[in-house]
């Protein structure tokens, strides 16, 4: 037309292109074949998804009471998304949101956080887009918590008291311990 043009990719060939920015040249003539100025434009073509992982998030599985005290660090690794990429973590049912920082990502769980979980199985998922907005495969990882103090009990061995000799060649005692998951 007078006043601009458009022109439509057909789908095989932005398929065809490679990864990475992509540069378009536009050249026009007039009705009497005189060139007008190159017009020029660029983008991206980004159809990668990235990756993100969680690194074992607690040694061991467990998060035990003498660990209620101090903050944890929930941390993994991600790549195809650059620095800043928002990175979505949920633990417990509870979302923290962090970023991309030269391939990794890492959020801190307070003491009081940790406190507030429930008892037994918690998971944590991680999710991450790139700035494309291609979404990454969700990661995901958990433990148990079990803060709960085990009990014992012991049995008295000994039915009367007031005795001071055993009818016995030996003494049993009895006991058990009780640890306590939900």
């Known amino acids: 037309s007078a006043n601009g043009w458009s022109v439509s990719l057909p789908a095989q060939l932005l398929q065809g292109l490679s990864e990475g920015m992509v540069n378009l040249t536009a050249t026009a003539l007039d009705a009497n074949g005189n060139p007008a100025r ?30 209620l005290a101090s903050p944890l660090l929930i941390s993994g690794a991600c790549s195809g998304a650059g620095n800043g990429c928002p990175v979505t973590v949920l633990v417990g049912g509870v979302t923290y949101a962090t970023t ?54 012991v049995a008295t061995p000994i039915s009367d008291r007031k005795s001071t000799r055993l009818n016995s060649s030996h003494l049993v005692i009895s006991y058990a311990v009780f640890c306590l998951k939900k």
């Open 100 to 153: 991309v920082q030269n391939g990794t990502w890492s959020v801190s769980l307070s003491a009081a956080a940790l406190q507030a979980l429930p008892e037994g199985d918690v998971s944590v998922t991680a999710d991450l887009s790139d700035a494309a907005g291609n979404p990454a495969s969700q990661a995901s990882a958990g433990f148990i918590k079990n803060t709960a103090t085990p009990t014992i009990s």
């Open 38 to 67: 190159q017009g020029t434009a660029s983008f991206i073509k980004d159809t990668v998804a990235p990756s993100i992982s969680i690194n074992t998030p607690i040694s061991g599985g467990f998060l035990v009471a003498s660990e």
